[in-house]
């Protein structure tokens, strides 16, 4: 079975701190993404990734930066968070030729 | 730029009878299409998607949605529906390049 994991479900951070949100994928897949979802806002795309250390902002980068050091992991970062920050934070992965997109279970981050 | 609008916010309907979720998008190029599903508290879920060939595509859970190029639609369809399809649903849009373009949902809300 393919995989993507996040690895918080539930985290609640304080105004100010650093943030650090984990996703590893076991599909050898090149694409990854991380999206934020909000409720009438549906998906919307922070930064994604097509390759190691290769990054491209989406939609929404303000606030935010990652990082991919191996193939299988993207990090989302916070540098400062702020309260407008809270919100579900999902990552996919895709293969090349890019047909569909595998989703993780989510990361319901409030920022207090 | 792609777009995606999904017209109903919320679409109630009684269970076992039918019912059918709008999506139009907007591209200048050729597009593949998807269905997501999100479940309470989950990630999401591929119900199907059209990539080439048949218009009529058929997905999980007795899902099936239509594409129609001439007027740029891609609607979900399912003729009985169960309490356990009460979910929220996106519709995506994607030129292959990688990234997926999200609606803003429908959440389906079926009731005895």
């Known amino acids: 079975d393919v995989k993507v994991t996040q690895s918080s479900r539930y985290l609640v951070k304080r105004t100010g701190e650093k943030v650090f949100l984990e996703c590893v994928q076991d599909m050898d897949h090149e694409n990854m993404f991380w999206y934020r979802q909000d409720p009438g806002l549906g998906l919307r795309l922070i930064y994604f990734s097509y390759d190691v250390k290769m990054k491209e902002k989406g939609d929404i980068p303000e606030g935010y930066s990652v990082s991919r050091e191996k193939k299988e992991r993207f990090s989302l970062i916070l540098e400062s968070a702020s309260t407008n920050q809270t919100s579900m934070y999902l990552c996919?992965?895709?293969?090349?030729?890019?047909?569909?997109?595998?989703f993780g279970q989510g990361t319901r981050l409030t920022v207090v | 730029a792609q777009s995606v609008t999904q017209l109903d916010s919320q679409v109630p309907v009684f269970e076992e009878a039918p019912v059918e979720l709008r999506c139009n998008y907007s591209?200048?190029?050729?597009?593949?299409l998807f269905w997501y599903v999100q479940y309470p508290n989950q990630g999401l879920q591929l119900l199907l998607k059209y990539l080439s060939g048949s218009t009529l595509v058929k997905g999980i859970n007795g899902f099936e949605a239509e594409f129609n190029k001439s007027q740029t639609s891609f609607h979900l369809r399912k003729p009985s529906v169960h309490i356990s399809d009460t979910a929220e649903y996106f519709c995506?849009?994607?030129?292959?390049?990688?990234?997926?373009?999200f609606g803003t949902g429908t959440r389906l809300l079926v009731s005895p």
């Open positions: 995506a849009v994607s030129t292959g390049f990688q990234k997926l373009v």
């Open positions: 996919a992965s895709s293969g090349h030729g890019y047909t569909e997109a595998f």
């Open positions: 591209s200048s190029v050729s597009v593949y």
